[in-house]
């Protein structure tokens, strides 16, 4: 499942976590309604977090990948729930680790 959230930068607030894009929309719209006269305030920020509330636009490559393993892996059992349990962060970097050392059997013995 995915969370998303809005940011205006310029009020300082973030929108509580939505689950689907109509709902960041009509969040969006609401709060530049309301407190901006409908205008789109510089730097807002609207996207796709994890289930740590980290912006995966601010991570990179590798952590990303990450996240959305152990995200994936965790909302299998609780969709609706934030954080991670250990066991999907753990699963994650195994997944990832064996993918790592495939690729370099697999390149070493073409070697």
Same mark, same amino acid.
């Given at each position: 499942?995915? &969370?998303? &959230?809005?940011?205006?930068? %310029?009020? #300082?607030? /973030?929108?509580? /976590? +939505?689950?689907? #894009?109509?709902? #960041? $929309? %009509?969040? +969006?719209? =609401? *709060?530049?309604? $309301?407190? *901006? =006269? =409908?205008?789109?305030?510089?730097?807002?920020? $609207? =996207?796709?977090?994890d289930r740590l509330g980290r912006w995966y636009a601010s991570l990179g490559p590798l952590a990303t990948l *990450? $996240? *959305? #393993?152990s995200d994936t892996l965790a909302d299998l059992r609780n969709t609706a729930d934030m954080g991670r349990p250990l066991w999907a962060s753990a699963t994650a970097a195994l997944v990832i680790g064996g993918a790592a050392a495939l690729v370099l059997a697999v390149i070493f013995a073409a070697l």
């Amino acid at each position: 499942m995915r &969370r998303y &959230r809005y940011r205006c930068s %310029v009020c #300082l607030t /973030t929108s509580p /976590t +939505a689950f689907h #894009l109509d709902d #960041l $929309a %009509v969040e +969006a719209e =609401g *709060h530049r309604n $309301a407190l *901006h =006269g =409908g205008h789109f305030p510089d730097g807002e920020h $609207a =996207g796709e977090i994890d289930r740590l509330g980290r912006w995966y636009a601010s991570l990179g490559p590798l952590a990303t990948l *990450h $996240a *959305h #393993l152990s995200d994936t892996l965790a909302d299998l059992r609780n969709t609706a729930d934030m954080g991670r349990p250990l066991w999907a962060s753990a699963t994650a970097a195994l997944v990832i680790g064996g993918a790592a050392a495939l690729v370099l059997a697999v390149i070493f013995a073409a070697l």
